[in-house]
């Protein structure tokens, strides 16, 4: 049985929230080797110590995760990365001094006490320090770095709320902290720092932009562009943040989306599109989502995976999403809509 904690004190300081009941309980509970389930900043995650294999095999079993893809560790304090990476460059330095905590994560070659199931075997760990004051709090109590990733089922949409969680993992893990909706929508940014040129192996929170802004010219993983190359974030490589229902990117005008749907209403199918405020009534479909303002696009992001899974919820059969530009915050958009539609871009 899955216990629910809502907190909702959000002008609680971390030290006032380190000692709240409810994260005291979840923190001793992760150090007996419990599943948590928490809010972050960018989507939810599911946690267990990192130093527990046990507890660590449960996160794949809970979440259905294959386990050649490997987790993030989520850190309370700076400094406990040099507990974890054998080697933190400057640049990654330089990085963690401008980002965190907040939705960056960086890819180091790992010490060898490592649990060998948090990395999939390879030889590089992933580590971040979030920003929401709940998940501080939670991993500055536990004293533990905490692997977790997103708290969904395996090929969801990750989770921007307290409810998606609990629709998905209810009864397969111990504690969900309740914090209401994540903030940024879309998860953080993973950088691969083991070489000598960094590499964006996914696009999120923190845009490229940013990141030349400190350490100058970032590569992108070429997995990432073309879909003949295997990605180098395992998980990258999965259909991903899928609603059910078949989606495609539409390119192009609202009168070719509007064509793709009125034809797969002819061949009797149930249809939805994936617009924004500024174009909601420009549609005719029997499920019309507006995702945000074009005009805004973090406010895309922060609503896009909620939108993703209302498809679900309400039934539709076949979507069809209007496509954004590659760059800035909508670089991550797009790089989710794509998984969604497991590369259907038309
Ligand atoms: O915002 C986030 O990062 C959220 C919150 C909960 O922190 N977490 C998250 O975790 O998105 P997850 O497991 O859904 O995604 C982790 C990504 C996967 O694509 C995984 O393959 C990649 O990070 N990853 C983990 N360790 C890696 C490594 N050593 N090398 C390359 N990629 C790695
Ligand atoms: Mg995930």
Redesign the pocket.
């Known amino acids: 049985e899955t216990k629910r904690y809502i907190i909702d004190d959000i002008n609680l300081s971390i030290e006032q929230l380190r000692r709240k009941i409810e994260i005291t309980e979840a923190a001793s509970r992760l150090r007996a080797g419990d599943l948590v389930a ?1 809010p ?8 267990a110590v990192v130093t527990s294999e046990e507890a660590i095999a449960r996160i794949f079993e809970a979440k259905g ?1 294959p386990s050649d ?4 560790i ?1 850190i309370g304090k700076k400094e406990q990365i040099y507990e974890w990476a054998q080697l933190v460059s400057k640049q990654a330095e330089r990085l963690i001094d401008a980002f965190w905590p907040g ?1 960056l ?1 960086l ?1 180091l070659p ?1 010490r060898d006490h490592i649990a060998k199931n ?3 075997g ?5 580590i ?1 320090m ?1 920003a929401h004051p709940i ?1 501080l709090a939670l991993l500055q109590e536990t004293g533990i770095p905490v692997a ?5 089922r395996s090929g969801k949409p ?1 989770p921007t709320s307290a409810s998606h969680v609990w629709d998905d993992l209810q009864g397969r893990i111990d504690i969900l902290l309740d914090g209401g909706r994540s903030g ?1 929508g ?5 950088i ?1 720092m083991t070489g000598e040129v960094p590499v964006l ?2 696009p ?2 923190i845009t490229l932009a940013q990141l030349e802004g400190v350490v100058g010219k970032v590569e992108t993983d070429p997995g990432l562009i073309n879909d003949s190359q295997t ?7 999965y259909r ?1 943040y899928a609603p059910s229902g078949e989606m495609t990117i539409v390119s192009g005008n609202g009168e070719f989306l509007q064509d793709l749907v009125d034809q797969a209403r002819a061949e009797g199918k149930k249809t939805g599109i994936l617009t924004t405020s500024e174009n909601v009534d420009k549609y005719r479909a029997d499920v019309i989502i507006p995702c945000g303002d074009r005009k805004e696009p973090v406010t895309v992001a922060k609503h896009l995976y909620a939108s993703l899974r209302q498809f679900d919820d309400r039934g539709v059969e076949v979507i069809f999403a209007e496509s954004f530009p590659e760059t800035g915050v909508f670089h991550s958009v797009m790089n989710r809509l794509r998984k969604a539609a497991n590369g259907k871009i038309v």
């Open positions: 928490f972050t900043e960018t989507v939810y995650g599911l946690g995760r893809n490997p987790l993030i989520h939705p994560t890819v790992h948090v990395t999939a390879l030889p590089t760990v992933a971040r979030p998940a977790a990733p997103s708290a969904n990750s940024i879309v998860e953080s940014t993973v691969d192996l996914r999120g929170g990605p180098r974030s395992p998980g990258m490589k991903h």
